[in-house]
């Protein structure tokens, strides 16, 4: 299983699927997560609220049936005013573990018995982890964000990057640029103090914090390597987040990633002028594949929960 980024090394996961001998006996430690033997039904929830149309379903229940395991995946919408009790519910013996979501990703920390390293930096959780009695507290976000990069060959060690937002995702998006050795990284935010703030808690003197309409941002991104959209200007109607002579400000081979996995008025903006894009659905699979591995133990699957995020988004 991949370390996640930080050389936070988490503790061994059981391994689903009778792929040693002491998971066909014993004691329950030894029978996998819950407790449970391992060809036992085991379940796994995504918390979020509202919980929309989620590629999550398919994607990790292609990824359970192609690794014989019998684990269902499915939404719970869970106001906040619900989360403690089903924080509390996760700890029945059928439960594997879960995905967070907003609203969530901040507020489930403080419910749960252990905060990986990794997490606790980044002061969010998107995967919980059932290992008996204890639910631990995983970021996969970091790794699943970085996962794409790595795999387009990009490396931002001394290079500088700007990233739009200053919320969940985007503290998220910073913790991994940092930690890639980034030279400098500008948070760009509708709201300066908001982005002032992430900036404060990040503490690194790398990070610098402006506005959206800040004069000073058509210079920071004159020397950016990468563009991310952590914001949800995506997922809404209108134009791109940044207006054209901002987006020109680019060298033309930067990268323009927006975590939203679709093809965005951002990205198309910045496909006609000329510039590499990204979006977010490479994300969504590798941060998917890491909590599966830390679920079960096993090396996930990515080309099929690929294929298979692909045909829920409607290609094949």
Do not use: C
């Not at 066909?24 to 979020?48: F, I, K």
């Not at 599966?292 to 099929?304: D, I, K, M, S």
């Amino acid at each position: 299983m991949e370390t996640p980024p930080g050389g936070d090394t988490p503790p061994r996961p059981p391994t689903l699927g009778g792929a040693t001998k002491s998971d066909r006996g014993g004691d329950p430690q030894s029978r996998g997560a819950g407790g449970r033997t391992p060809h036992s039904a085991l379940v796994v929830r995504l918390l979020g609220h509202p919980l929309g149309h989620s590629l999550s379903p398919a994607m990790q229940g292609a990824a359970f049936a192609h690794l014989g395991l019998p684990v269902t995946y499915a939404l719970w919408d869970v106001p906040p005013e619900g989360l403690r009790g089903a924080v509390a519910a996760l700890r029945g013996g059928e439960f594997l573990g879960a995905n967070v979501t907003v609203p969530h990703k901040e507020t489930v920390v403080p419910l749960l018995d252990e905060i990986a390293p990794l997490a606790a930096r980044v002061g969010a959780v998107n995967t919980i982890v059932k290992r008996g009695a204890t639910l631990r507290g995983e970021n996969t976000d970091v790794g699943g964000f970085l996962g794409p990069l790595r795999a387009a060959g990009v490396d931002l060690a001394g290079r500088h990057a700007t990233v739009l937002g200053a919320g969940g995702a985007a503290r998220a998006v910073a913790v991994a640029l940092l930690g890639a050795g980034v030279a400098g990284l500008a948070l760009a935010n509708r709201t300066p103090a908001r982005a002032g703030a992430l900036a404060d808690a990040l503490g690194d003197p790398r990070v610098t914090a402006l506005a959206l309409d800040d004069p000073r941002l058509g210079g920071v991104l004159d020397g950016a390597a990468l563009l991310v959209d952590a914001t949800a200007a995506g997922w809404q109607a209108g134009g791109p987040i940044l207006p054209a002579t901002l987006l020109g400000r680019l060298p033309a081979r930067a990268l323009v990633y927006d975590l939203t996995y679709r093809r965005t008025p951002l990205l198309r903006a910045a496909t006609a002028r000329g510039l590499a894009t990204l979006d977010g659905l490479p994300m969504l699979v590798e941060q998917g594949a890491l909590a599966l591995e830390h679920w079960t133990g096993r090396a996930a699957p990515r080309e099929v929960m690929w294929a298979a995020a692909l045909a829920a988004r409607g290609e094949s």
